[in-house]
């Protein structure tokens, strides 16, 4: 399946590439062409790491931009995106996904191995819910409140059957059967988007740090965004959180917002990155959103999921230098943009954000 899929990315990057090659041409008088088509001059490799969430929008990313630069390989490894950071402090990586921005300390302490000096881009490139998926047979769909998840997870609920799920669900058949809750075992945004959304939204009931570490003892860790998913889909009973765009066909809660349960959608959780606001006290090139789940509005999906591209503003090496600057720039393009969507199904940035994005990314050269 994933083969295809990046068959098919690479077959409609290629046809997209010829026209555009085509498009800077001038008719002549018999409808012909007076320039030659041009042609990509980039060559050379990037290796990075990062967020498993990112896997199908790097997908469709990396497949356009070496459909439109042949000689350049983009090497992006799903580690998770605790350990795409710790390789691009030690220098291991030309660039990350993450699915958070590096914190103020982490910031204020400095030593990017990857980078001559300590100003890092980061900007905000994929958005995307993070959905709460489950395992029960004959079951769907699930109505859950933010007290009803935090108590599942949280270990204070564990059976499918309890009169909390009961009381959201009159219509569904609950089984007398355990519940399994899942967890990341990997330092991962995801995880630490999910524990916010907890924190924020039954503080009375999880009442643990917000964190990119599980931070209870017990429950099933699985490794990576795809280890979680294999983990519910293989156990009946089983719940957990994912990148809405790994999850398949396994079950769907729907999410209690101001009185009504809103499925997970790209368009939702949109609304609610789009009511966040930047961070204060960051760089130029240092894009990160403060998005506060409690203040989803009516109609937002409060799980979302800001995941970033984090780079050096001067690199050692020019051609990493114009390699990342030229990457970064098609991811955030529309046509990036919407390719990722095609294959990931998250929403794609603003124009409005763009404008920021673009401007961080001009910020890359050599040190």
Known sequence: MKISRIARISAIGAVAALALAGCAANEDGAGGSSEEPTTSTLSGTLDATGASSQTAAQEAWVAGFQTANPDVTINYEPTGSGTGRENFLEGGSNFIGSDRAFNADEIAAGGFGACTTDDIVEIPVYISPVAVAFNLEGVDTLNL?????????????????????????????????????????????????????????????????????????GGEAAQGTSGVVQAITAGNGAIGFADASQVGDLGQVHVGVGGEYVPYSAEAASQLVEGASLEDGRGEGDLAFDVDPAAAADGAYPIALVSYLIGCEQYEDANVAELVKEYFTYVASAEGQDAAAENAGNAPISDGLREKVNAAIDLIQVG
């Open 145 to 217: 409140d933010a007290a009803t998840i935090a108590s599942i997870f949280a270990g204070t609920i564990t059976n499918w059957n309890d009169s909390a799920i009961a009381t959201l669900n009159p219509d569904a058949t609950l089984p007398d059967l355990a519940i399994s809750p899942v967890h990341r075992s990997d330092p991962s945004g995801t995880q630490e988007t999910f524990t916010n959304y907890l924190a924020a939204t039954a503080p009375e009931i999880w009442t643990y740090e917000v964190s990119d570490e599980w931070p209870i003892e």
